[in-house]
């Protein structure tokens, strides 16, 4: 898998990095989630240098002009719901991609932390010889990551697949890097060092989805 880590050159997006991580920033969950969706800009823009062009010739007022634009079809697919910021972030500049949304989740199994990933709901079109973005902005352990591209085998063989995500741990980039085939690319704003006892990025940032959209109920 080929890895496209941002923080590796200093730039805007560290400024942006910071405040989703800041614990007063974190209380306005506006302003996080318009982070959030503000690095998935960042991402896409980065992300767009390595699909293919094609020749346009645009008609303007005066005359006219060639330009280079993508002709890739897009398929922006996230995971529910922390993935929802970074998806419109995503499609404010693949304004044109189709949308595909799955609902992947931990299901903890003991107080020992241990766990297992849930699938309970996916839409999603056809796949085939498309340009797949996948969208979970915590790459913790990887597992929702691997079990969302199982689940959409049935959906069509890809184009190319990009993973698109706001923070990782080394341990979750490491376990996708061996899932994954070598065409696989992952956009990545920041890769922390390690995980916690129950699967937590440290120091990471907490729960997107809770910071984003408000705690969830606890059964």
């Not at 991580?21 to 969950?29: N, Y």
């Not at 969302?148 to 069509?156: I, M, Y």
């Not at 990545?188 to 390690?194: G, N």
Request: aromatic share 6%.
């Amino acid at each position: 898998m080929e890895i496209r880590n941002l923080s590796e050159t200093p730039s805007l997006l560290n400024s942006f990095i910071s405040e989703i991580r800041d614990l007063e920033i974190q209380k306005d969950s506006m302003r996080f989630r318009r982070n959030i969706e503000r690095i998935g800009e960042v991402l896409g823009f980065e992300l767009s240098k390595s699909l293919s062009f094609s020749k346009l010739t645009t008609q303007t007022p005066l005359g006219s002009l060639e330009s280079e634009v993508i002709n890739d079809d897009i398929v922006i697919c996230s995971i529910l719901r922390a993935g929802l910021p970074l998806h419109v972030g995503l499609l404010n500049y693949f304004d044109k991609a189709e949308n595909a949304f799955i609902s992947a989740y931990r299901h903890h199994t003991s107080e020992s932390g241990a766990f297992e990933i849930k699938v309970e709901y996916l839409a999603c079109p056809d796949l085939s010889d498309k340009t797949l973005l996948l969208v979970d902005p915590m790459l913790a352990t990887g597992q929702s990551i691997i079990s969302t591209l199982e689940a959409l085998k049935p959906f069509g063989q890809p184009k190319e697949t990009h993973l698109v995500s706001v923070i990782g741990a080394q341990q979750g980039v490491d376990y996708v890097t061996k899932n994954v085939d070598d065409t696989v690319k992952l956009w990545i704003a920041t890769i922390d060092k390690e995980l916690n006892e129950r699967g937590y990025i440290v120091p990471g940032l907490g729960d997107a989805g809770d910071l984003s959209f408000g705690k969830k109920l606890q059964n």
